[in-house]
């Protein structure tokens, strides 16, 4: 009886510290400008961008890409280093200014209130693709994403402000588009 109620005790601790394992891991590094706090949006696209540091020193230093953003007055929700790891910049429920002048393919031109940003850093090189552990965080997060709401469209930045975006750089976006349909 005791053996039995371990057994059972034992594979429910497995469980529990197994299940997490298929959502990515994502830390915290909430910024304070580049956004907007609302009560109530309606998220229905997920959005890819590149980004890198320009102003000198390690092109991928996160902290000085995140000062960049200040700057400028942008952000993103989820940002991806060049180890995989994902940082969360602007939680789902808020507005982060990722988009800028754009359009969703249905005409909708407030992409910002009815998105998600993700920046995958990455530099314009040619040779700068985004590394294997950043594509495969970002799969997770987005497939995760997709499973909590109704996403319509996945799309580049090029996507929908073309001729002024030319993010995100170098990535193989059918493979990708392919590997979140998995
Ligand atoms: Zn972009």
């Known amino acids: 009886m005791y053996i039995k109620r371990f057994i059972i005790f034992v594979t429910l601790l497995f469980v529990s510290f197994s299940a997490p394992c298929n959502r990515p891991i994502i830390i915290d590094k909430l910024v304070k400008i580049g956004k907007r706090t609302v009560s109530n949006r309606n998220i229905e696209a997920i959005i890819v961008h590149s980004t890198y540091n320009i102003s000198g020193g390690d092109k991928y230093d996160v902290d000085k890409i995140l000062r960049q953003f200040t700057r400028y007055k942008v952000s993103a929700h989820y940002l991806i280093a060049r180890n995989g790891i994902i940082y969360r910049l602007v939680k789902e429920k808020n507005i982060s200014f990722h988009a800028g002048k754009s359009c969703l393919p249905d005409g909708n031109k407030n992409v910002n209130s009815h ?17 294997v552990k950043q594509m495969d965080a970002l799969v997770a997060l987005v497939k995760d994403i997709k499973s909590r709401y109704k996403i319509k469209y996945v799309l580049r930045h090029s996507d929908i402000a073309p001729g002024r975006k030319t ?7 059918e493979e990708f588009l392919k590997q979140i349909d998995k």
């Open 115 to 131: 998105s998600i940003g993700i920046e995958v850093v990455t530099s314009k090189d040619s040779l700068d693709a985004p590394t």
């Open 167 to 173: 993010d995100p750089w170098n990535m193989n976006w």
